[in-house]
């Protein structure tokens, strides 16, 4: 009888994470309302533009082509601005990862944030991690329907809300709101939000860990923008090995005298560990041939994990560095009298240097690095480069077109006439008149459809008009191949003025 072909495919092992209290449990917390207050609070924040203007401050308008930002608006043509900006995002994750490791992933990412979320309106139905495991393994009676019908519920509201306060990017909410609350909003709108509130609601509800390490591209590209100087989340096996319940000893070297650690906190200097703002750095472990292994092996560091991992494993793809186990394991230190620190964030190349009783390398040193710096100065380069542009622009612009069919038209007489499509932006945010001129002397220049030489354009739009240039018979530009022409357009109102250089074609042209 032959084996049958094993499955490739590997379910997924429910992963419930416990409740941490600590420094970067309140860092995270702190960041996921920061940052989901600014993504469902600025659809709502107003800006005064004039009239006949969105007063949105943060607007897509894909009708009329712009995005605006408070006071910033881009037109069609400048999408180098948002490619500028894409650039100096790519550019701010390189910078960080290779400072700091995973940091985006960990407390940044929509899928960390909106995971965190849900996990806590889990934790405040079901229970904390002992009661959403048993609830796991119970039967589906009454009790166990009705806590995932609520969770469940909970989870399509937080769904729901994010997909309504997405589409109100694109549009005036207020209007948008009043549209779906009467059930008159365009097909578009609930398609939108039905499609967002449905991953939502199973990526931060059922796959969780699964997007970041099927999904998402990043943990396979992570390694390289890291390397052995990168501050990282870490075990520090020298220190934690062996492990197991209890106190346990263990010699640095063969032959070396084995002592025990009596209970209570130690009295010291302070340990060799990284410091972080507002964290206690701990005290310090006794000399190495003294050093036991101060793991105990509770796993509180597993339990807490929200990608479900053990970190004492070493350098994981799974691992979104959340530092959530740095917190767990420094309460378990606390509690049985070690130093803090045994998970930490940690650079690999102070290992050797930890191992043997020195000191590590400063934050400072390890992120102000050539290869950081020029991350900063190429970041901070694109960016002073944005901002100029963006000052710089100039409130009136001007495309212009020669019309090639035909060339040229020889009026009764004798005058040459070309024809060209000419486009004025009026980027103000009010009505305005723009005289056009001629640099060139003897040439007479009209505008289809208007008296004379002026071309009215709405607040923030622009116009299309024909334009007419004649040269009088026998001058120059009338007899000649092809000459040079410059076009003007004036704001009489502020003296602003573009110009665009074109030609003139005359009647020897073949």
């Known amino acids: 009888m032959t084996n049958p072909t094993p499955s490739l495919y590997a379910a997924r092992l429910p992963i419930f994470p416990r409740r941490v209290s600590g420094y970067f449990r309140r860092l995270k917390w702190a960041l996921m309302f920061v940052m989901l207050g600014i993504y469902y609070v600025t659809p709502w924040l107003r800006w005064n533009r004039g009239p006949d203007m969105p007063d949105q401050a943060v607007l897509i308008d894909m009708a009329n082509r712009r995005f605006y930002f408070f006071m910033i608006e881009i037109w069609p043509h400048e999408f180098y601005f948002v490619a500028g900006m894409l650039v100096m995002a790519g550019l701010a994750l390189f910078l960080f990862t290779a400072a700091l490791g995973r940091v985006w992933c960990g407390y940044a990412c929509p899928q960390t944030v909106w995971t965190d979320l849900f996990i806590l309106v889990e934790r405040w139905i079901e229970g904390d991690r002992n009661a959403r495991v048993r609830l796991h393994q119970a039967p589906w009676d009454a009790h166990k329907w009705r806590l995932r019908i609520t969770k469940w519920l909970a989870w399509l509201v937080i769904g729901l809300l994010t997909g309504g306060a997405w589409v109100f990017y694109f549009t005036d909410a207020p209007g948008l709101l009043a549209d779906l609350a009467t059930f008159s909003a365009p097909p578009v709108a609930w398609i939108t939000i039905a499609i967002l509130t449905a991953t939502t609601f199973v990526f931060g509800g059922f796959m969780r860990e699964q997007v970041c390490i099927y999904m998402c591209p990043w943990p396979r590209i992570q390694a390289a923008m890291m390397d052995e100087d990168t501050l990282t989340v870490a075990y520090r096996d020298w220190r934690g090995e062996p492990r197991g319940k209890g106190l346990r000893r263990r010699a640095a070297a063969a032959g070396a005298d084995v002592t025990v650690r009596a209970a209570g906190p130690q009295i010291g200097k ?31 560091c597993v339990n807490v994990c929200p990608m479900g991992i053990d970190i004492r494993d070493g350098q994981q793809m799974a691992c979104i560095t959340c530092a959530l186990c740095i917190d767990a394991c420094d309460e378990v230190m606390q509690k049985t009298g070690q130093p803090r620190g045994l998970i930490d964030y940690i650079a690999l190349s102070d290992a050797p240097k930890e191992a043997a009783g020195e000191p590590p390398r400063s934050v400072w040193r390890h992120v102000l690095r050539v290869r950081n710096l020029v991350y900063a100065v190429l970041w901070t380069g694109i960016g002073l480069a944005l901002v100029f542009a963006l000052f710089l622009r100039p409130m009136v612009e001007m495309t212009v077109a020669p019309v090639r069919n035909p060339t040229h038209v020889t009026l009764a007489d004798g005058t040459i006439r070309n024809a060209y499509e000419v486009r004025v932006r009026n980027k103000r945010g009010e009505d305005r008149t723009f005289d056009l001129s001629l640099d060139q002397d003897g040439l007479r220049i009209t505008v289809e459809g208007s008296a004379g030489d002026r071309i009215a354009v709405p607040a923030d739009a622009q116009a299309q008009v024909r334009v007419y240039v004649d040269a009088p018979a026998g001058s120059a530009f009338a007899t000649n191949a092809r000459g040079d022409l410059r076009l003007w357009v004036t704001d009489p109102a502020t003296g602003e003025r573009a110009v665009v250089d074109t030609n003139f074609t005359g009647e020897d042209w073949k």
């Open 270 to 300: 302070r340990s060799p560990v990284i410091p972080m703002p507002g964290r206690p750095s701990g005290l310090t472990a006794p000399a190495p041939s003294q050093v036991k292994g101060d793991c105990i092996d509770c796993n509180a």
